[in-house]
């Protein structure tokens, strides 16, 4: 008809103008489906939220002098907490009164890793404002129990505490490997050293071997390290007269530049730096004249004392 427009004419839309359309489209659909995504993926896969549970504070005492350490250790979920080896109450107390009173901790027990006075001495004290047993070596001073070897006990709801006996430096000396998920460190008393090991007051040569390259040497690599005392300075001077490596070099540095270092550092790290765990290396054979791992370990520890 006159007038009319080609049938396929009809509501046509200008090329350029339908090409427009389709990428706004397209653009809308996808930012959508993104958006469904990442909601869908966040609740769907998302991590849950961890929290520390096991929580170590260092209480320093007697510094300049015996340089030792009592640790507080609490499971931040409970609150139950264990002081080890609170030798020296007049540092220790303030420290456990404020904690417990503004009821950041439940003191539950006390840990000694020997007898020798500069660790169990300060119980009889501390008994006298906390009524709490006493975990330790066969002698240490008011002793409840004495944990067999390999023996295992809890502190709150996560951390699970194995003793190990090192017999050498006491015969009641116990070091004690504490976990908590992948957290794991050992607290070992006057046994081993950041970057040494105690005297063999009460043993000897055989019984260090097997306490050190045996016993805590099986620990995971990760194992951090608490010692009784910081002697990591002369520890160093005297691993350095032995062997002259990078692993003892770094120790060394940190050790300058750090007043402290417990728990700076692993069972793998003092499997490097620490010539008391490093028996069977050949330049400390050369050095000493003997390679039998016990001969060894008595040809180090009688020139550490000499020195």
């Excluded at 417990?100 to 020798?116: D, F, R």
């Excluded at 490093?278 to 791992?293: A, C, F, M």
Aim: hydrophobic content about 35%; some cysteine; aromatic content about 6%.
């Amino acid at each position: 008809m006159s007038g009319s427009l080609p049938s396929n004419s009809t509501c046509m839309i200008p090329t350029q103008s339908r090409t427009i359309l389709i990428i706004v489209v397209m653009t809308l659909l996808a930012a959508t489906a993104k958006r469904f995504s990442s909601a869908f993926t966040s609740r769907s896969i998302a991590k849950p939220k961890t929290s520390r549970a096991m929580h170590v504070q260092s209480i320093p005492m007697w510094e300049g002098t015996g340089n030792n350490y009592a640790y507080l250790v609490t499971d931040d979920k409970s609150k139950e907490a264990v002081v080890i080896d609170p030798a020296n109450p007049p540092e220790v107390l303030p420290v456990l009164n404020e904690k417990t009173e503004s009821g950041a901790i439940k003191l539950t027990k006390i840990i000694n890793t020997h007898h020798h006075h500069d660790h169990a001495g300060g119980n009889v004290e501390i008994l006298k404002h906390f009524n709490l047993p006493i975990v330790g070596g066969k002698d240490c001073t008011e002793v409840t129990t004495t944990p067999d070897h390999k023996s295992q006990f809890t502190i709150g709801e996560s951390i699970k505490v194995t003793a190990l006996h090192t017999p050498c430096h006491t015969q009641d000396s116990i070091c004690y490997f504490f976990e908590d998920g992948s957290e794991r460190v050992v607290f070992t008393g006057d046994t081993l050293f950041i970057g040494g090991c105690g005297r063999f007051f009460e043993g000897n040569a055989t019984e260090m071997h097997k306490a050190l390259n045996e016993t805590l040497a099986a620990l995971p690599d990760d194992t951090k390290v608490y010692p009784g005392h910081e002697y990591t300075k002369g520890n160093v001077r005297f691993a350095k007269k032995v062997l002259d490596d990078e692993a003892i070099r770094k120790l060394d540095e940190y050790s300058q530049a750090n007043k402290e270092t417990q728990g700076k550092f692993t069972i793998g790290d003092e499997k490097k730096h620490n010539v008391f765990m490093r028996v069977n290396d050949k330049n400390i054979h050369d050095l000493v004249g003997q390679t039998e791992p016990v001969a060894v370990m008595k040809a180090l520890r009688e020139m550490k004392d000499r020195s």
